[in-house]
């Protein structure tokens, strides 16, 4: 067990590897061992902020909470979005040029924002990583 627990020290684990190689009775019970380990750190209890975290996830007004902040930032985003398109576009003196070139940088970083959106929303099913817990 002290082998498997990584607590011999390096010349003690070279030894014990080398009986280990000789002797199939001795790999078979390390093996056992081994997987004793796995099994014990999958059956561990949660830790208490697992917990919580776990509570939060359920919670309705942190969900509600977190849509309604994202549903703002998409809204002020467009919104923002607008406003800036129809300024420079239609109350602004910039030159033509500038015009263009501002209101292409807005299309562009909207345009972006709203493909990187439904590219996030179209493949959220698809995560594997939704239900990996810690």
């Known amino acids: 067990m002290a082998y ?5 020290s390096q010349e003690e684990a070279r030894q014990f590897e080398q009986g280990l190689a000789a002797d199939p009775t001795l790999a078979k019970e390390v093996a056992e061992l081994r997987a004793l380990e796995v099994m014990a ?3 561990a209890a949660p830790e208490p902020m697992d917990y919580e975290w776990d509570r939060l996830s359920r919670d309705p007004l942190q969900r509600a909470g977190v849509g309604l902040g994202f549903a703002l930032i998409m809204i002020g985003v467009l919104g923002l979005a607008c406003f800036g398109t129809w300024t420079i576009g239609f109350q602004s003196d910039l030159s ?3 015009k263009c070139l501002s209101l292409g940088t807005i299309a562009g970083f909207t ?3 709203l493909t990187v959106l439904r590219g996030r929303l179209r493949t959220l099913p698809y995560d594997p990583y939704t239900n990996i817990k810690r």
């Open 4 to 8: 498997v627990d990584g607590e011999l």
């Open 41 to 43: 750190r999958q059956m």
């Open 96 to 98: 033509l040029t500038l």
């Open 111 to 113: 345009l972006i924002f």
